[in-house]
């Protein structure tokens, strides 16, 4: 039997416009009449449209459907399908490395607001660190208009929820930085910049701080925990340094949480 174009746009659910649009390139070739006014498609054209809008899923080119089935198909096509099956597995990984990431920062923010000034003693898995463009003393900031290792991953869709953003205390002064842990990383298959630094794998002391209102925070924050340290009679390894838990307003309260990080010498 010989169907109308509009007979199989109902049949396969698409639109006049993308039968045509497969006819453009080759994949059907309807037969026409009335002068070829009019065109007029067979069981196959049906079939091969509903072969092309699989291929069409499985991310294969509409330019390239008409070589997979002209000839070759079973060879062509399962190169097409080698090359999906690699895609959706990276893509799969890289969303159960999503998963697992948004389910350590809902407990990051779950508990983060109770442990504010409670100690405990966890060890840290390694994590690169890679320099930003910002600057401080304190809440008072510097951003430098400036490129830095990794800023093409750090702020792309892809990888940023990945990233934490730390800060090492100094004497005088912060360093601030991006920072993910090396399992994350080797995982994403990123290619790193050569100058990088990569923290141990480490004990250490760590405490949760509330940063105050804007202009609040310094160094002081540090007090309760060196104290704690020197109490426990702790012995720092390498310099202290926090992650950003959250920024957000609560109760018209401005609540900016840090985890501290003080890596200790093991017994």
């Not at 993910?180 to 790193?192: G, H, N, P, S």
Request: hydrophobic fraction near 35%; proline fraction near 2%; include cysteine.
């Amino acid at each position: 039997m010989e169907y109308k174009i509009g007979d199989v746009s109902k049949f396969l659910n698409i639109s006049d416009q993308m039968i045509r649009y497969y006819e453009k390139h080759g994949v059907i070739k309807p037969k026409r009449k009335g002068d070829g006014k009019y065109r007029y498609y067979d069981a196959m054209d049906i079939f091969w449209l509903y072969e092309a809008m699989k291929y069409k899923e499985w991310d294969i080119n509409i330019a390239d459907v008409k070589d997979i089935i002209s000839d070759g198909y079973f060879d062509k096509l399962g190169v097409k399908l080698r090359d999906f099956s690699k895609q959706l597995k990276d893509q799969i990984k890289n969303e159960e490395l999503l998963l697992g990431r948004i389910i350590e920062i809902e407990k990051r923010l779950a508990v983060g607001q109770y442990n504010i000034e409670n100690f405990w003693v966890e060890q840290v898995p390694s994590m690169y660190r890679f320099n930003s463009n910002i600057g401080s003393t304190g809440d008072n900031y510097t951003f430098e208009e400036k490129d830095f290792p990794m800023k093409s991953y750090i702020f792309t869709k892809d990888y940023i929820s990945f990233f934490d953003v730390l800060v090492e205390f100094n004497d005088n002064d912060e360093n601030w930085s991006y920072a993910i842990d090396k399992y994350t990383l080797d995982q994403l298959e990123i290619e790193i910049a050569e100058k990088t630094e990569l923290l141990p794998d480490q004990l250490c002391v760590c405490t949760i701080i509330d940063m105050g209102e804007f202009g609040d925070f310094n160094s002081d924050c540090l007090n309760n925990l060196m104290n704690y340290l020197k109490e426990r009679d702790h012995q720092l390894v390498s310099k202290i340094f926090g992650i950003i838990v959250g920024r957000g307003s609560v109760a018209g309260k401005l609540n900016r949480i840090m985890k501290i990080y003080a890596p200790i010498k093991t017994l």
